[in-house]
């Protein structure tokens, strides 16, 4: 059965830097694209930044710039270096996989908290 688990999440200060990472296992099926959500504290879940499989990028207009969206293909691994964080990027992070045949897959999601 397939499943998507993130990691690196944390407390850091305003300023400081985080590394996630998102591993999707056990399935065959190809993996289409691979994006990164997050729930900020009392308001909707919002799209961070996606990442097909021929590398077409998109960012949110809120961490263009201080976000960079990669991705393993052989590991079927998909990283989000976060710089320069803000109070405002304190949220949980989700992990989304939507694999060849359309099936979606979510991760547990990794908090990440950023605070003086």
């Known amino acids: 059965q397939a499943q998507t688990v993130e990691s690196g999440g944390g407390l850091v200060q305003p300023g400081g830097s985080l590394r996630l990472s998102c591993v999707h296992s056990?399935?065959?099926?190809?993996?289409?694209?691979m994006a990164w959500y997050r729930r900020p504290p009392g308001k909707e879940r919002e799209l961070v930044a996606s990442i097909t499989g021929t590398d077409n990028i998109k960012y949110a207009d809120s961490v263009t710039g201080r976000f960079n969206i990669s991705r393993d293909n052989a590991k079927n691994t998909m990283y989000l270096q976060m710089n320069s964080l803000k109070p405002e990027d304190t949220a949980r992070y989700y992990c989304?996989?939507?694999?060849?045949?359309?099936?979606?897959?979510w991760g547990q999601g990794t908090q990440v908290t950023v605070s003086s």
């Open positions: 989304y996989v939507i694999n060849t045949l359309g099936n979606v897959s």
């Open positions: 056990g399935s065959r099926l190809g993996i289409k694209t």
